[in-house]
């Protein structure tokens, strides 16, 4: 089955799921389970693209799905913690870990794919824009997450989830950082934006661990 079907079915069972979701309680909560599946499978999808990537020309396309699915981890991760108190910090902390862990996952999987692809040519122009964008957006929503962190750090001192929290959070700085040098010869029209966007999340991650 192609990319493209997958994805179509994918879709289908969502908007069953959606609309049966509110016929009782019992329902709500395998709807919920069922819509993060359906992210999941939609980041697969895009992974799934990358793989296919490493035997033909990479292109703009197939690398702006996989970095809005890492967009839609940290996203997630931001809202699992926004709702951080002391009266939940060891129901919601586990979640958010586990959730930051797939984002380093995801960089990860995007790293190898796409040195694993033909980069030797860079992007047509509106591609390399469209790579831009993307990166750009996912710069913004890390930063968001990675200031919520520091405003809920208070809530995390004292308790056993900082270390990992602060490992998984370097994991994921050091893959951006080859993300980055992997795509940035292919967007030459606007590498320095994505150089200066880059730059920018450096600064945040140092205020991150720095209040951790």
């Known amino acids: 089955m192609s990319t493209s079907s997958l994805l179509y ?3 289908q069972l969502y908007i069953v799921g959606l ?4 016929k009782s309680p019992g329902a709500r909560i395998v709807f919920k389970t069922a819509t993060m599946q359906f992210k999941l499978l939609t980041i697969a999808t895009a992974f799934a693209g990358l793989v296919a ?3 033909s020309e990479l292109t703009p396309q197939t690398v702006v799905k996989s970095i809005e699915a890492v967009t839609d981890l940290s996203q997630d991760a931001n809202n699992i913690l926004t709702d951080l108190s002391f009266n939940n910090v060891f ?5 958010a870990l586990s959730n930051i862990r797939e984002i380093a996952g995801a960089v990860r999987t995007d ?3 796409i040195a694993e692809a033909d980069t030797s040519k860079p992007f047509p122009a509106d591609g390399q824009n469209q790579v831009c964008e993307v990166f750009r957006d996912f710069v913004r929503v890390h930063q968001a997450l990675l200031n919520t962190i520091i405003g809920k750090s208070s809530f995390l001192s004292g308790t056993p989830f900082t270390a990992p929290i602060t490992g998984v959070l370097r994991t994921i700085e050091g893959g951006v950082d080859k993300l980055a040098f992997g795509i940035i010869d292919l967007v030459p029209t606007c590498k320095k934006g994505l150089a200066s966007d880059k730059k920018d999340l450096d600064a945040s991650f140092k ?3 720095e209040a951790l």
């Open 53 to 55: 990537a490493q035997k």
């Open 19 to 22: 609309s049966h979701a509110t």
């Open 9 to 11: 079915v994918q879709q």
């Open 91 to 95: 129901s919601l902390i586990p979640k």
């Open 207 to 209: 205020k991150t661990f």
């Open 111 to 113: 790293i190898t794919m």
